[in-house]
C-alpha cells in the first residue's frame, strides 16, 4: 500500500527555517511527480509546491517563490521543502503529495508547522 510519512514540522520563529521531509513507501514514487500541500486553520487546502520525477522541473505557488525549495532524491524515496525567511502566514499542516501537481492521488497525513511572530 502506498504511503506517504511526512516529519520535520514544529514551531519556529519567524525569519527562520524548517526542512520537512517526505518518505514515500509502497510502490515505486521515483517516476511521478511529488509536492507539496499546507492548510492553515480555517482556510482552503491550497498547493504549494511540486518537482517532477527527474527534479528538472519544479512548481511553487507565488507566496512561497524565493523563500521556499522542492527537491527530491528518488535513491531514498524522499522528497523535501526547505522553508527559510518563514512567515506567520506560513502556518498550516503541510501535506506530502505524489502522483499528480494540482490533484495529487497520493496524500500523507500531515506535519504542523507554526511561525510565531
Known amino acids: 500500500q502506498a504511503q506517504l510519512v511526512e516529519s520535520g514540522g514544529g514551531l519556529v520563529q519567524a525569519g527562520g527555517s524548517l526542512r520537512l521531509s517526505c518518505a514515500a513507501s509502497?510502490?515505486?514514487?521515483?517516476?511521478?511527480?511529488m509536492g507539496w500541500f499546507r492548510q492553515a486553520p480555517g482556510k482552503e487546502r491550497e498547493f504549494v509546491a511540486a518537482i517532477t520525477w527527474s527534479g528538472s522541473s519544479t512548481e511553487y505557488a507565488d507566496s512561497v517563490k524565493g523563500r521556499f525549495t522542492i527537491s527530491r532524491d528518488n535513491v531514498k524515496n524522499t522528497v523535501y521543502l526547505q522553508m527559510n525567511s518563514l512567515k506567520p502566514e506560513d502556518t498550516a499542516v503541510y501535506y506530502c503529495t505524489a502522483g499528480g501537481t494540482r490533484v495529487p492521488r497520493y496524500w500523507g497525513q500531515g506535519t504542523q508547522v507554526t511561525v510565531s511572530s
Open positions: 509502497g510502490r515505486t514514487f521515483s517516476t511521478i511527480t
